[in-house]
């Protein structure tokens, strides 16, 4: 049996084969059935090498840029684009019927403002819409749909359907703890201020690791004298004042410092027989009555209740604190009297480790 060639499928009959006739014509055949008709071929050339080599040479400088104008419509069915006319197809904000709004079977364009609208979504994989997204879509069907709580609602707290900023938080914070009152962790111990952090004053403490007290009551001297100067220890103050009866015309003055921060100082003149009182006390408040002053507590004593710090007034103070006032590593109180008069004394009570 002949074999055939791979491309055309020529016949190729074998050595021991006889030559037969019909299978030289059906090569003959195929080969002519391949070639076409050479004469109809459009180039110069009807031969097979002949258009193949014309072609070729036609071809082989088709790179070579082609200058407008010179494919003309003899050679092409169509006419030409000019560049103006492409760059003119390509800034146009408007082809092919395209529109920046929802119309149907219509390329969609961006108008001025790089926006362009759809129809509203009907499955699940449309495109969505500002206004078809649900929070469930959006991943957030557990967030509540409330609005922003005014200051009144934050400082009242009571709202259940208000959210919480930042800045309403810290209104709520400050209405609620008294006047911007802050805190902090100092040693292990709480410390709070209303000063900004300038000064702090202890909070709470165990107090008997403070099994040192130290009281005590002298007539100050006519010059700023230490009372009492305690340094490298920790504790607490319960009580620090200094108090005067008929002292017409005397000048006193106490100065107290915690943790190196001047706390109160306070210069006064007494007036006629009235009973002054100035200082710090976590006992009793502003009813104290300093021993051995006479009359009901707080009934015949004149003395302004303020808040500390109070580095420096000419008041007859009286700061009246809820708790302890603790220091970290010092506590010094000085007193003094213009001149021995009348009945002067300064009073304190304070405990150390």
Request: hydrophobic fraction near 40%; charge should be negative; include cysteine.
């Amino acid at each position: 049996m002949p074999e055939i060639t791979p491309h055309i499928g020529l016949k190729k009959p074998l050595a021991s084969e006889t030559a037969d006739i019909s299978v030289i014509n059906d090569n003959m055949d195929t080969i002519d059935s391949a070639l076409g008709d050479l004469s109809a071929v459009p180039t110069a050339a009807k031969d097979a090498a002949g258009a193949i080599t014309e072609l070729h040479e036609a071809i082989k400088d088709i790179d070579v840029e082609i200058p407008d104008g010179t494919i003309t419509p003899v050679k092409l069915s169509f006419d030409p684009a000019t560049q103006t006319e492409l760059d003119a197809h390509t800034n146009a904000t408007s082809v092919h019927g395209a529109t920046n709004s929802p119309t149907a079977s219509r390329i969609i364009i961006r108008d001025a403002a790089g926006r362009a609208k759809v129809a509203a979504p009907a499955a699940s994989d449309d495109i969505a819409r500002l206004d078809s997204i649900t929070k469930t879509q959006a991943g957030l069907g557990s967030v509540d749909n409330y609005g922003t709580a005014t200051q009144a609602e934050a400082e009242v707290g009571t709202a259940t359907n208000k959210f919480m900023t930042p800045q309403r938080t810290k209104q709520y914070v400050d209405k609620r703890l008294l006047n911007n009152i802050i805190w902090r962790i100092n040693a292990g111990q709480p410390e709070w201020s209303s000063d900004g952090g300038t000064t702090w004053k202890g909070a709470a403490s165990d107090l008997s690791q403070y099994q040192n007290m130290i009281v005590g009551s002298i007539a100050p001297a006519t010059t700023l004298t230490d009372v009492v100067n305690i340094s490298g220890k920790k504790g607490y103050l319960d009580r620090a004042l200094i108090y005067a009866v008929n002292a017409n015309g005397n000048s006193l003055q106490l100065v107290i410092t915690v943790d190196g921060v001047v706390v109160l100082n306070t210069t006064h003149a007494p007036g006629g027989s009235t009973a002054i009182l100035t200082g710090i006390t976590t006992s009793g408040q502003e009813s104290i009555r300093a021993p051995g002053m006479g009359g009901a507590a707080g009934g015949n004593i004149v003395a302004s209740i303020v808040s500390i710090p109070y580095p420096s007034g000419t008041l007859a103070a009286l700061c009246p604190l809820p708790s302890k006032l603790f220091f970290n590593s010092s506590i010094r109180i000085q007193a003094k009297q213009q001149h021995l008069s009348g009945q002067v004394s300064c009073e304190y009570g304070i405990a150390t480790e």
